[in-house]
């Protein structure tokens, strides 16, 4: 077991060697220009090979109209902002501080997996391979969920870009690639249950703001409600999704709010157990609960 533990990537570990903290360094930037340099190409380009028709991820996103069609402006946003965040999550692994190393390790394993499937579901998607690519989104979606069961009181600028940001698209992802995946996803069958499955979108954003106080989990899936409130707003005026959609979004923002505002003047939630009980005296373990 000993043996096991040293050579598997995603056993925990209180500290990391020099040469395995290499390893994390390079690993973790190169899935990330991986992941970047292929999301960006196949924003606005078409791939040029494969046998089924293919189209860019915007034009699979408006050619496949469904319940859960996104808004390709405000997406993009989400992406950029979550990039950009990588970066400054990158930055630990560069830091003097020996915590902030260990803590941007810790999460590493997970973080470089998420890319390299990121990386592949993009290119299922982009050849209208949606089975496959829903496959893999449901393998990152395990992988993102141990992820942050096993790891969720690292600090905001950790566990935004690395954890809670990645999991959020990804588990709208899963509705938005499994609509397109299955057949007449512009039926009234598929848009009734696209009626009722959207609310798995509020229930999963408030099992975390509920349970861990989590508002970094809260913002990302009120952004991406609202990008599929818009979207659908402008494919459907008259339907229930876009209804829907907002109403979620309106939820969720303001129960961010809720639990974000307390956590950043360092007070106690009216429910729950104290931030002092329910983490470690590092504050730099505890950011989602109180400020640092």
Same mark, same amino acid.
């Given at each position: ?6 050579? !598997?990537?995603?056993? +925990? ?12 360094? /390079? ?33 699979? @996103?408006? *050619? *496949? ?5 996104? @808004?390709? /402006? ?17 930055? !630990? ?17 997970? #973080?470089?997996? !998420? @890319? ?12 209208? *391979? ?8 449901? &393998? ?9 069961? %096993?790891?969720?009181?690292?600090? +905001?600028?950790? *566990? ?16 938005? @690639? ?9 039926? &009234?069958?598929? +848009?009734? #249950?696209? !009626? ?47 209804? #829907? ?21 360092? %007070? ?9 009980? +329910? ?14």
């Amino acid at each position: 077991m000993d043996r096991f533990h040293q050579i !598997n990537p995603f056993a +925990r570990r209180e500290s990391h060697s020099a040469n395995s903290i290499t390893t994390y360094k /390079v690993l973790t930037l190169l899935t990330w220009l991986l992941s970047v340099v292929v999301t960006v190409y196949y924003d606005i380009e078409a791939p040029h090979d494969g046998k089924y028709h293919g189209g860019s991820i915007w034009h699979q @996103n408006w *050619h *496949h109209p469904s319940g859960f069609t996104l @808004n390709p /402006v405000i997406t993009s946003i989400y992406w950029i902002v979550l990039f950009v965040l990588q970066i400054v999550y990158m930055t !630990n692994l560069f830091s003097a501080d020996t915590t902030s190393v260990n803590s941007a390790c810790a999460v590493g394993s997970h #973080f470089i997996l !998420n @890319n390299l499937l990121h990386f592949a579901f993009l290119m299922l998607f982009v050849r209208s *391979h949606f089975i496959l690519s829903e496959v893999l989104l449901i &393998l990152n979606f395990a992988n993102l969920t141990s992820l942050y069961f %096993r790891h969720n009181a690292y600090a +905001r600028f950790i *566990h935004m870009p690395a954890v809670s940001g990645p999991l959020a698209w990804t588990f709208v992802a899963i509705y938005w @690639n499994g609509a397109i995946m299955v057949p007449y996803q512009n039926s &009234l069958v598929a +848009r009734v #249950f696209a !009626n009722v499955f959207v609310w798995a979108i509020l229930g999963y954003g408030m099992f975390f703001i509920v349970i861990y106080k989590d508002y970094t989990m809260g913002f990302a899936l009120s952004v991406l409600s609202a990008s599929l409130g818009v979207a659908q707003f402008t494919r459907q005026i008259v339907a229930f999704q876009w209804i #829907f959609a907002f109403t979620i979004m309106s939820v969720l923002f303001v129960m961010t709010l809720i639990v974000a505002v307390p956590a950043w003047a360092g %007070r106690d939630l009216p429910w729950g157990a104290s931030a002092e009980r +329910r983490q470690p005296a590092d504050t730099e373990r505890a950011p989602l609960l109180g400020d640092n």
